[in-house]
């Protein structure tokens, strides 16, 4: 399987979020104002993930247009 961006957005969140399980890696993942973000590499692009630790829900399952992305969350 392999899907773009685009057809990765089609997908609502809890189905991008399964697709990260299956198909994507962890990349790294760091804890910010009560917020789990993960980045993931799926396919040929990067997917940020938001979990809110309090109520431990996903709040965002989003592709990252910044190809520099990493070096921003390796700065936090």
């Given at each position: 399987?392999?899907?773009?961006?685009?057809?990765?957005?089609?997908?609502?969140?809890?189905?991008?979020?399964?697709?990260?399980?299956?198909?994507?890696?962890?990349?790294?993942?760091?804890?910010?104002?009560?917020?789990?973000?993960?980045?993931?590499?799926?396919?040929?692009?990067?997917?940020?993930?938001?979990?809110?630790?309090?109520?431990?829900?996903?709040?965002?399952?989003?592709?990252?247009?910044?190809?520099?992305i990493l070096e921003v969350y390796n700065e936090l």
């Amino acid at each position: 399987m392999k899907l773009t961006r685009s057809e990765f957005c089609q997908f609502n969140l809890h189905t991008r979020f399964d697709l990260l399980t299956e198909y994507g890696k962890n990349i790294l993942h760091k804890t910010v104002s009560r917020k789990l973000i993960s980045v993931y590499r799926i396919f040929d692009f990067y997917v940020e993930v938001y979990v809110n630790l309090a109520s431990r829900k996903i709040e965002r399952v989003e592709p990252v247009i910044n190809a520099g992305i990493l070096e921003v969350y390796n700065e936090l």
